[in-house]
């Protein structure tokens, strides 16, 4: 029954390709669900708004053969959206067939690569669309700034396919994209984010300790040598004269009978004054007061496609590789997670904050083919030595080469002492038995408080050593 608003609405473009090229003006009557009947789109740029919805509906697909579409963007003027550069194929301002039917035979050979695969709880979707979407045209993937993103920036192919915890599932898919090495990454920026909703969009301010009042002026203090009295300039100035409170001497010259030393806060409509104010960053999403160290720092990069994020494109594992073997003493990851939630729930009701630490061996995926067999020897080695290293109350986990240990009522530096111990081991271990090649080994280690968020927590720990 649409076959007759198709004729109106959508133009098929005469091509000697024998392809369903096809122009899309009238965004009223555009089916998404036609797209995989098309080898390519071209939206029509006059009706910017519309255009870009139907970009992102196309994008935003789960569906395979609707994301992947050959898309194009006609505009006779410069796009400068950056979020269109990233989603579309092509921005161009005439339909030259020969070019569209080239990309369009390429994303196809390079479909034709792509295996089946069976969902599984550790297969992220997101990521597969991610790596798909990069491998089927060549494509590196940029973030793109974003004011109305919550961490301030995006990637359009994934940001489209988040739901409303799109800053937590961007921060968490990124890292499980770099650390398995699909992409390579190249720095872009550094953000810092709240360290309880991961939004972007903070008000830093200076706050009375005391009061925690952001309404302050500052002040001069004046320092009268003569008598020396200390004060906020307000306490000497009489009309159009300084005259010192205490002594009653009119002040003279600067330098030479009085000096303005430093200057002071005041709470305005108060009489307080103080000297140090406290910088918090409070979060706009979510009004946590973010001590300015305990921001969440989080650095955006540029993705290129590597020769393992090909391989896991074209036939998605997920995690479930051989080295994925849980050693005696060592927890999954993801039941990792849960302890570590139950204890965030236990330590607000504790009097005592616990601790978690994470131990990182820089291996490439390059040093781990070369030192093959070896490298599950090591890992089991390293494994076996922190469970004997560690009190029973502990819990391990692993993650590649990533040794992630939770500290029950361990205050902060006593944990960061017992990671130092281990990771001068480790560092040890290592030496004795690979001496081909020089593993750098990275630790952290974070406190948990009452108010800790179990997902951050993970991040921060990864992403300070990702930052080393
Ligand atoms: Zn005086
Ligand atoms: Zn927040």
């Known amino acids: 029954m649409d076959q007759v608003q198709d004729n109106v609405t959508i133009k098929r473009i005469e091509n000697d390709y024998d392809k369903e090229i096809v122009l899309v003006s ?5 089916d998404i669900k036609k797209v995989p009947l098309y080898d390519a789109l071209i939206l029509d740029y006059t009706e910017r708004d519309k255009c870009l919805k139907a970009l992102r509906d196309v994008r935003g697909s789960g569906i395979e053969s609707i994301y992947l579409i050959p898309l194009f963007v006609l505009s006779i003027a410069e796009i400068k959206n950056q979020e269109i550069v990233e989603l579309a194929d092509g921005i161009i301002n005439n339909i030259q067939t020969d070019t569209i039917n080239t990309f369009v035979e390429n994303v196809k050979s390079k479909r034709r690569q792509l295996k089946p695969f069976n969902m599984n709880a550790e297969i992220n979707k997101n990521l597969i669309k991610m790596l798909r979407f990069s491998f089927s045209r060549d494509k590196e993937l940029k973030p793109v700034k974003d004011r109305h993103h919550i961490i301030g920036f995006k990637y359009p192919i994934l940001s489209l396919s988040l739901g409303d915890d799109n800053a937590r599932m961007q921060i968490q898919t990124v890292h499980e ?5 699909f992409f390579k990454a190249e720095y872009v920026d550094r953000l810092h984010l709240c ?16 009061t925690n009042s952001s309404h302050l002026e500052t002040e001069n203090l004046i320092h009268h040598f003569t008598c020396a009295y200390i004060g906020p300039e307000s306490d000497f100035v009489r009309g159009d004269q300084y005259i010192c409170p205490k002594c009653n001497k009119t002040l003279r010259h600067i330098g030479v009978d009085y000096d303005k030393p430093s200057v002071m806060y005041h709470v305005v409509g108060s009489d307080r004054y103080f000297q140090e104010p406290v910088m918090k960053a409070e979060c706009m999403s979510c009004g946590r007061q973010n001590e300015v160290e305990g921001l969440q720092q989080y650095d955006v990069y ?3 496609l590597t ?19 849980v050693y005696s003493g060592f927890i999954t990851y993801s039941t990792f997670g849960t302890f570590l939630r139950y204890e965030i729930e236990r330590v607000k009701t504790s009097t005592r904050n616990s601790s978690i630490g994470l131990i990182r061996l820089n291996i490439t995926s390059k040093m781990e083919s070369e030192l093959g067999t070896r490298y599950g020897k090591i890992i089991e080695e390293i494994s076996s030595f922190i469970s004997n290293n560690t009190d029973s109350s502990c819990i391990l986990s692993r993650s590649m080469h990533s040794f992630f240990i939770l500290f029950p009522d361990t205050p902060l530096e006593k944990c960061q002492m017992k ?19 020089n593993i750098n080994v990275h630790s952290t280690v ?6 800790s968020e179990y997902q951050t927590v993970l991040n921060d720990l990864r992403a300070s050593i990702l930052n080393d």
């Not at 009238?26 to 555009?30: A, I, K, R």
């Not at 909703?197 to 005391?210: H, I, Q, R, T, V």
């Not at 020769?307 to 073997?325: N, T």
């Open 307 to 325: 020769e393992e994020g090909k391989e896991e494109a074209i036939q998605p594992k997920g995690s479930q590789s051989v080295q994925d073997v």
């Open 302 to 304: 540029n993705l290129a």
């Open 177 to 181: 994209a770099v650390e398995k090495e």
């Open 419 to 437: 990671i130092e111990k281990i990771k001068s081991a480790v560092i040890e271990l290592l030496k004795n038995n690979v001496k081909d090649q």
């Open 26 to 30: 009238d965004y009223e009557n555009f």
């Open 195 to 210: 360290g309880n909703c991961s939004s972007g969009f903070l008000n830093y301010k200076e706050l009375d300790p005391e």
């Open 446 to 451: 974070r406190e948990i408080t009452p108010t």
